[in-house]
């Protein structure tokens, strides 16, 4: 099965705080992905890579970056945290070139900012 | 605009009974359609994928059909069970386009 694990479940930080989410995948995936999901709103493609090295922007990159050192780690950067981006943040991996495009989603990081 | 909307917040119904969600899109050009089902703290597990010229797909309980004229997708849960309360998102893949998600409906079957 494949496992994509977040670093952690809940994290609580204060504004201004540079953040760091780590996403790690065991099954050798090209694609990575970052979302956010908010009540209402669905889940929104914040970044995502399809190598190593490689970052493209999402529908809302905006106080995000990225950085794929490795095939199986994908981390999210919050520059200077803010209260807007208090969510649920979920990491997916995918395999690149199959039809179906399944995404494989962590459990997810509730982050809240104070 | 671009949007892609699940018909209800939340639906309720009766174990055994049939649960019907729905997935509606506007000015998209779609490709595929996922469904997927997400439980409280977990991500979203894909469960069917139709493509833009197919009209319905089954798996076990779950069919869904796909009507790109209507622009709108049906995920039914046939014999319903108190086991599959959880939230429902549907993605749509449109061409030349990353995924794009629903809100999600929760569903609650009662027993």
């Known amino acids: 099965d494949v496992k994509v694990t977040q670093s952690s479940r809940y994290l609580v930080k204060r504004t201004g705080e540079k953040v760091f989410l780590e996403c790690v995948q065991d099954m050798d995936h090209e694609n990575m992905f970052w979302y956010r999901q908010d009540p209402g709103l669905g889940l929104r493609l914040i970044y995502f890579s399809y190598d190593v090295k490689m970052k493209e922007k999402g529908d809302i990159p905006e106080g995000y970056s990225v950085s794929r050192e490795k095939k199986e780690r994908f981390s999210l950067i919050l520059e200077s945290a803010s209260t807007n981006q208090t969510s649920m943040y979920l990491c997916?991996?995918?395999?690149?070139?199959?039809?179906?495009?399944?995404?494989?989603f962590g459990a997810g990081t509730r982050l809240s900012v104070l | 605009s671009q949007k892609i909307e699940q018909n209800s917040e939340a639906l309720n119904i009766q174990e055994g009974k049939t649960a019907t969600l729905t997935c509606n899109y506007t000015?998209?050009?779609?490709?595929?359609l996922q469904w997927y089902r997400q439980d409280p703290g977990r991500g979203p597990v894909f469960l069917l994928l139709?493509?833009?010229?197919?009209k319905e797909k089954r798996k076990e309980r779950l069919k869904v059909t796909f009507d790109t004229t209507l622009k709108q997708s049906l995920f039914h849960i046939t014999a319903s069970q108190p086991a599959d309360s959880a939230t429902y998102l549907c993605a749509l893949k449109p061409y030349g386009q990353n995924f794009v998600f629903g809100p999600g409906t929760r569903l609650s079957v009662l027993p």
């Open positions: 997916a991996s995918s395999l690149s070139g199959s039809a179906k495009n399944i995404q494989y």
């Open positions: 000015n998209y050009s779609p490709a595929y």
């Open positions: 139709i493509r833009e010229n197919e």
